[in-house]
């Protein structure tokens, strides 16, 4: 059984990994219990995040420079046409929120492809000269 808490919520996900409860707490204890499936968690994480994509709309799009995040390294991924800005979409499994995508014009698929190139040339250059020290 794996057990997380905030102040305010206690999430405890069962000893067979099927399902999760949740318990949310007030100043006077339990108020709410709630034990949800997998696919009833996923519905939830959707909704909650829907919720606050609605509460951020009208604000800028925050600067992604220095955001933390926890990258995903096992997962599944696909590029689409994005018939809608001519541009693409790409998909990933985000082992959290599920399935998540963006949509890129076509100038950020540019940058994007001119991005990993030269990542992929620092780190062929990198590898190059590790190779050299041994």
Do not use: C
Not at 1 to 19: A, C, G, P, W
Not at 29 to 56: F, H, P, Q
Request: proline share 4%.
């Amino acid at each position: 059984m794996t057990n997380k808490q905030t102040d305010k919520v206690n999430v405890v996900i069962s000893e067979d990994r099927k399902k999760v409860s949740l318990a949310m707490f007030s100043e006077n204890g339990v108020d709410t219990m709630v034990t949800l499936s997998e696919e009833e968690l996923i519905n939830l994480i959707t909704l909650l995040g829907e919720a606050r994509w609605r509460l951020k709309e009208e604000e800028p799009v925050s600067p992604i420079v220095g955001a933390r995040f926890t990258p995903v390294r096992k997962t599944q991924w696909a590029v689409q046409a994005d018939l809608m800005t001519e541009g693409s979409m790409f998909i990933f499994q985000h082992p959290a929120y599920g399935p998540v995508g963006v949509s890129l014009l076509p100038a950020d698929v540019d940058k994007i492809i001119v991005a990993l190139q030269s990542h992929k040339n620092i780190l062929h250059d990198f590898s190059r000269k590790q190779k050299r020290l041994v």
